[in-house]
């Protein structure tokens, strides 16, 4: 069975501009969420959605959002990026959200460099 | 709100020395609990999880766990380190908040296994 994938892997953007990431998870997985990982601050939970609805979301402003489609394909948005917004985007995918005996595998990430 | 402590931020052990990496959450209810490893240059795979049941979790690569529910701890042990085992270990809390998923992870625990 395939892996999470996630496209692209990398990404050099300057400041102000946007950014769209793709993930698109274990076939028979519903669930995906995001994840920012940096050095200082580890990984940081984003948002996971579920059957195409935001289930749960983290600490991050507005400019980063997200979308689900009905494949469980997600895509999230960041706008006006900020140099701080550098880091390691990994996605997870998950069979069920909230199941007790749910894990969630993850893709390679796609590594954002704002300048 | 829940949270996740990794105390050792950085570990260096010579081949074939014993391993105990400590991780503790602060959530009191129903928790599934993981280990992440993230070798250098790879994606965040699943070493091991605990749901219910036995308490000491075996994973792989000779890796174990053990659930010490009155501690709100998940350390985890290797009894013989390789070069191979060079990694960040990342402890992660899972648990389902009102039928929503929430996952927690600590900041991560750079291992060093020196020849």
């Known amino acids: 069975k395939a892996g999470v994938t996630q496209t692209p892997r990398y990404l050099i953007k300057t400041r102000g501009q946007q950014v769209t990431l793709s993930c698109s998870p274990i076939s028979g997985h519903r669930s995906v969420s995001w994840y920012q990982q940096t050095p200082g601050q580890g990984l940081q939970f984003l948002f996971e959605y579920f059957s195409e609805t935001q289930r749960n979301k983290g600490n991050f402003p507005g400019r980063f959002s997200g979308r689900q489609f009905s494949n469980s394909r997600s895509e999230m948005n960041v706008s006006t990026l900020e140099l701080g917004d550098s880091a390691l985007y990994l996605c997870?995918?998950?069979?069920?959200?909230?199941?007790?005996?749910?894990?969630?595998?993850f893709g390679p990430g796609t590594r954002l460099t704002v300048l | 709100a829940q949270s996740v402590s990794q105390h050792n931020h950085h570990v260096i052990l010579s081949e074939a020395a014993s391993l105990e990496l400590g991780c503790n959450y602060s959530?009191?209810?129903?928790?599934?609990l993981f280990w992440y490893v993230q070798y250098p240059g790879q994606h965040l795979q699943l070493l091991l999880k605990?749901?219910?049941?036995?308490?000491l979790v075996k994973g792989i690569k000779g890796f174990e766990a053990e659930f010490i529910k009155s501690k709100f701890s998940f350390n985890l042990r290797k009894p013989s380190v390789q070069w191979s085992d060079t990694a960040e270990y990342f402890c992660a809390v899972n648990r389902n908040s009102g039928g929503y998923q929430k996952v927690t992870f600590g900041t991560g625990t750079k291992l060093q296994v020196i020849p």
């Open positions: 605990y749901f219910s049941g036995d308490p």
């Open positions: 959530y009191g209810g129903t928790v599934n």
């Open positions: 997870a995918s998950s069979r069920t959200s909230g199941g007790p005996w749910d894990t969630q595998y």
